[in-house]
């Protein structure tokens, strides 16, 4: 591919896959073989991982939009979700190992109650087995070694909406056992877990559970009905041609129009200037600083994100924390 493009990519993970995977395929598909002596490497990344068991969103950075992982990581989330209680397992999904049995005693109705105290913001346990890194290591990474599981600190999360939107409750299962799974629909906060809020709300119930199912829906502004199927990414054209540009990936921060110089300037490693930093801070309400900002070339190109900050004497500053090239002239 003789230009590569430089953007976000929506991919509909499927399941068995591995978030690092889909990206290793993204990136054999943009950037065969071996790149020239000298060149930029050309990367991709994702803005926030999917477990394997788990389909749907996953948004994958190509080139030099690997630099707005940062920025996309906060964004909440939507799932729909299948918890299946009465066993546990060691990885709290469908993927782990059995680890506990219980019965099951409470009613769909006592399920629909006990939804009511996940919602709004909470304390949750992490998964023992997850990407969180202790002394910069995954724990995943950590039992695979065979090292004995630690609970990490509980977090503060946020469940925005919780709503049960199936019930299958007693009935047979292939094997003759009794079934009791229930069908989530939720929007959250970046960094919650749904395989802790699975074991939570079997633990409400008195008894065990874990997530049997996960699609994650919604990413921050990007729809999974959107994205790229899983059995086109290998396909360059279709996967380029997919490619969402980088100055689209946070449409929800105010886009502020550059001359040519002032492009130039900034792509050189140069600060702002004062003309700049003064119509930037326009963009704020009175009072208080803009949020994220989308820096854009005369040619729509993104030229950074940026934000107005405070500096020492309570003066507002403009800062760049990252920078993007120009897009390379065809010959």
Known sequence: MEHKPHGLLL????????SHAVVATVLRTLSPGRQPRGAPRYRCGHAGTLDPMAT????VLCGAATRLSTFLLGHDKSYRATVSFGVSTDTLDADGQPDARAAVTASP??????????????LQVPPVISALKRDGVPLYKRARRGEEPTAS???????????LAGVRWGVPGPDGAAVHEADLVLACSSGTYVRALAR???????????????????VGPFEVARALPADMMR????????????????????AVPLSAGEAA????????????????????????????LRLLAPDGSLVAIARMEADDAGAWRLRTPAVFPAAPTPD
Do not use: M, N, Q, Y
């Open 11 to 18: 991919v509909d993970k499927p399941r068995g896959v591995s």
């Open 56 to 59: 749907g969103l996953l948004l």
């Open 109 to 122: 109705d006592g399920l629909a109650s006990a939804l009511a105290g996940f919602r709004g913001e909470l």
């Open 153 to 163: 600190p509980a977090r503060a999360v946020r469940i925005d909406s919780l709503e």
């Open 200 to 218: 939570d709300l079997a633990l409400a119930l008195g008894t065990v559970g874990h997530l049997s199912s996960l699609r994650r829906e919604r």
């Open 235 to 254: 396909d360059a054209r279709a996967v380029a041609g997919a490619v969402i540009p980088s100055a689209s990936a946070l449409p929800e921060a105010p």
């Open 265 to 292: 300037d900034l792509r050189r490693g140069l600060p702002p200037g004062a003309d700049l930093t003064e119509r930037t801070a326009a963009a704020a309400a009175p009072g208080e600083p803009a949020g994220l």
